[in-house]
T-cell receptor
Framework: QSALTQPPSVSGSPGQSVTISCTGS?????????VSWYQQPPGTAPKLMIY???NRPSGVPDRFSGSKSGNTASLTISGLQAEDEGDYYC??????????FGGGTKLSVL | QVHLVQSGAEVQKPGASVKVSCKAS????????IHWVRQAPGQGLEWMGW????????HYAQNFQDRVTMTRDSSISTAYMQLSRLTSDDTAVYYC??????????????WGQGTLITVSS
């Protein structure tokens, strides 16, 4: 199972919006809505930000939103804040009854 | 509140095995799968496999299939991940993560603090 494809880095200024893409295949993202996104500040465990493509857990700001089209999922962060900096990972359930992660995207707030 | 507390960091020699524990609290242990994910230094997250904590069955990523064993002891709400035939490439932080529900397709809603395993001679 190949890793999902994410851009290595994205950046934006405070207040702007950024979108992180996550491209998979017909065996994962295209087939299931079991796509989630995690934020990982340096040296800490990942934190769930979006689940089932577009749902936000309690406590996650509504600046974070998710979507999917075909085999590509996207995470959009609007109204960027300095605290949003960190690494972001997408993950998807697959037809092999396994999970696969993206390579991660480093978000910098300029 | 849900907590996953993992065992402490270890240093192992190449060729050895390591067993990491993940003690759960704050919820019904057998109602949620436990997944294991690792992260090599400076690298991304890599999914390793899941344990069905109710049936004590497991399913592994192809990369680890021949040398990983995931089990649980429901009497003490603890999941285990054992990795054998270690090499330096196995140096990583190993995380356990709880699935939202009792099926493999549920997302990971709570994570342990991570366990650093260093493989060095």
């Amino acid at each position: 199972q190949s890793a999902l494809t994410q851009p290595p880095s994205v950046s934006g200024s405070p207040g702007q919006s950024v979108t992180i893409s996550c491209t998979g295949s017909t065996n994962d993202i295209a087939k299931y809505n079991h796509v989630s996104w995690y934020q990982q500040p340096p040296g800490t465990a990942p934190k769930l930000m979006i689940y089932e493509v577009s749902n936000r857990p309690s406590g996650v700001p509504d600046r974070f939103s998710g979507s999917k089209s075909g085999n590509t999922a996207s995470l959009t962060i609007s109204g960027l804040q300095a605290e949003d900096e960190g690494d972001y990972y997408c993950t998807s359930y697959t037809t092999s009854n396994t999970w696969v992660f993206g390579g991660g995207t480093k978000l910098s707030v300029l | 509140q849900v907590h996953l507390v993992q065992s402490g960091a270890e240093v192992q020699k190449p060729g050895a095995s390591v067993k990491v524990s993940c003690k759960a609290s704050g919820y019904t242990f057998t109602g949620h799968y436990i997944h294991w994910v690792r992260q090599a230094p400076g690298q991304g997250l890599e999914w390793m496999g899941w344990t069905n904590t109710n049936s004590n069955t497991a399913h592994y990523a192809q990369n680890f299939q021949d040398r990983v064993t995931m089990t649980r002891d429901s009497s003490i709400s603890t999941a285990y991940m054992q990795l054998s035939r270690l090499t330096s490439d196995d140096t990583a932080v190993y995380y356990c993560a709880r699935a939202f529900g009792g099926n493999a397709y549920y997302y990971f809603d709570y994570w342990g603090q991570g366990t650093l395993i260093t493989v060095s001679s």
